[in-house]
């Protein structure tokens, strides 16, 4: 049985360990159209997020409000960071994935496969090894509000592995519905990958799967890691300890290594994305609906941003 408290919703012990009770929910902002995709940048202590609809991206300094970051965006959706602290993002209306150089230019990383379009990017990570994983679904071609209206030409909706080196690409899980958001674990043995098909089929999963990762090139074992009780698994992120923290209809779920869900951070809107971030990596800035927000927490996120 699950205990509320303000905006957090405890049904395990091992949440309030994660928390703090004190820490209120802050609204940094609340004029988007569909707020996605945030990225830290710990280097410029500012966060960089996707309004989508509104074909811009938007950034965030403490004390320095929310500026235009980039638009036209392509329909921007997932961004993230390579090791290198490149920008690397997901574009719905290049149906591409793209890397932001340090002097502002942009490479494409991955616009085909087996010589057709990609669907539309939507989430990324990349390892430390340096090579960078994709989920690619249908969301930016099935309309024209998300990117732009088209056929899909790969008959599957895959997850991607890139050789940023090689430029090889190679199809890791090719039976999702709809793959969305994409995380290693903390020591990268293992990637999560949501399932966000439930979104136009209220009879598909909404769950996210995990897969042991094997030479850090291919993903073995798969299984159903967690299933979502409101709404769908959109984008998430894991933090040291190997919870995973991941948006959902009604605020932020987290889950324990082992799959059980352990609390809820609540929220007036529907969350889409979230990453951690602040000066130690222990503030979760969450994109829901139209607004950003953050909270800080007791735990701190892994990797590196």
């Known amino acids: 049985m699950s205990q509320t408290s303000s905006h957090y919703e405890i049904h395990d012990d091992r949440f309030r360990h994660l928390i703090v009770p004190s820490s209120g929910l802050e609204e940094l902002y609340s004029d988007c ?17 996707s309004d989508i609809p509104n074909q811009r991206m938007l950034r965030w300094v403490k004390d320095g409000g929310v500026s235009v970051f980039r638009t036209p965006s392509n329909f921007t959706n997932g961004n993230t960071r390579d090791r290198q602290g490149r920008l690397v993002s997901c574009e719905h209306g290049g149906r591409r994935v793209t890397r932001t150089e340090i002097d502002g230019s942009i490479t494409v990383l991955a616009e085909s496969y087996e010589g057709k379009r990609l669907n539309s990017p939507n989430d990324v990570v990349v390892r430390s090894d340096g090579s960078v994983w994709f989920t690619d679904p249908t969301y930016g071609i099935k309309s024209d509000y998300e990117g732009f209206r088209a056929e899909p030409e790969q008959a599957t909706r895959n997850v991607y592995r890139l050789d940023p080196q090689t430029g090889e690409i190679d199809a890791v899980v090719t039976d ?13 043995t293992i990637l999560y990958v949501a399932d966000s098909s439930s979104s136009h089929d209220p009879s598909a999963p909404r769950h996210i799967r995990a897969f042991d990762v094997v030479d850090g090139r291919q993903l073995k074992n798969s299984r159903v890691f967690c299933d979502i009780d409101n709404g769908l698994a959109d984008g998430f992120r894991v933090d040291v300890a190997g919870n995973v923290w991941t948006s959902a209809g009604d605020g932020v779920h ?21 990453t951690f971030g602040g000066p130690r990596r222990n503030q979760l800035f969450i994109t829901a609906t139209k607004s950003l927000y953050a909270i800080f927490l007791a735990t701190t996120g892994a990797g590196v941003s």
């Open 33 to 49: 159209r569909w707020a996605e995709g945030p990225v830290w940048f710990s280097d410029l202590q500012c966060l960089i997020w």
């Open 254 to 274: 987290c889950f324990g290594p082992d799959g059980k869900l352990l609390g809820k951070i609540l929220l007036p809107q529907t969350a889409a994305n979230l």
């Open 176 to 188: 999702f519905g709809q793959p969305n958001g994409i995380a290693f674990s903390p020591d990268e």
